[in-house]
């Protein structure tokens, strides 16, 4: 019961450096959502996808691009990483239109931008 | 969106009820109120979800009044491991819209020997 993956969970970059966050989720959710979450904080939503094919800005997505690849996979990227986006990021899913919009979360990717 | 208020913290001790307040006053017709909680290095966990009146789960109790404008989130006799910080979020339940939901915060429970 793999449910949210998320990969990888420790990341180091350099300020300017790009990377790629990757989601994927085994429980045919048609949502999908990205948040990160800052020390002592509680979660911003960044971007999300309320099915395969659409993408939609949260609270915070300056700085951020999403890809809905497919049903199954939700990627976050950072074109040219700064200090200020160090956090924690979640990525979560949801079952969608007909039902609770109960949100299921990975284990999150610890990032940490030097 | 609707804001969501709740304490930044709370202590108790094992065995205690627990009973945490979200205030929620611009809570739009078709929102649904939902409580997650979370522990340290985690990612957030679905508690419990209800729209008016009081619902129970195996884990707790959620009550919410007639006006909708405030919902308490109620933990039956606490133990160690219910330290966590717990998450309202206010929001449609289904739709488009529906992944719009704020987290907040949160209310930090201690639970105390």
């Known amino acids: 019961n793999a449910g949210v993956t998320q990969t990888p969970k420790f990341q180091v970059l350099k300020t300017g450096q790009s990377m790629t966050l990757q989601c994927a989720q085994d429980?045919?959710?048609?949502?999908m959502y990205w948040y990160r979450q800052d020390p002592g904080m509680g979660l911003r939503l960044i971007y999300y996808s309320a099915s395969e094919g659409t993408t939609d800005k949260g609270e915070v997505p300056n700085g951020y691009n999403v890809s809905r690849l497919n049903k199954r996979e939700f990627s976050l990227r950072l074109e040219s990483a700064a200090p200020s986006q160090t956090s924690v990021y979640f990525c979560?899913?949801?079952?969608?239109?007909?039902?609770?919009?109960?949100?299921?979360f990975g284990a999150g990717t610890r990032l940490s931008v030097l | 969106l609707a804001k969501t208020t709740q304490p930044i913290s709370m202590d108790s001790y094992e065995g205690q009820e627990v009973n945490i307040t979200c205030s929620h006053n611009?809570?739009?017709?078709?929102?649904?109120i939902t409580w997650y909680q979370q522990f340290p290095s985690q990612g957030p966990r679905f508690i419990i979800q209800?729209?008016?009146t009081k619902v129970t789960n195996e884990v707790a109790s959620l009550f919410i009044p007639a006006d909708r404008k405030s919902s308490t989130l109620s933990l039956p006799r606490v133990s160690l491991s219910d330290t966590a910080v717990y998450y309202c979020l206010v929001g449609e339940r289904m739709g488009t819209n529906a992944g719009k939901s704020t987290f907040g915060d949160g209310t930090t429970l201690t639970v105390k020997p």
């Open positions: 979560a899913s949801s079952e969608g239109v007909r039902q609770l919009n109960i949100q299921y």
């Open positions: 611009n809570i739009a017709t078709n929102d649904y």
């Open positions: 209800g729209y008016k």
């Open positions: 429980m045919n959710h048609n949502s």
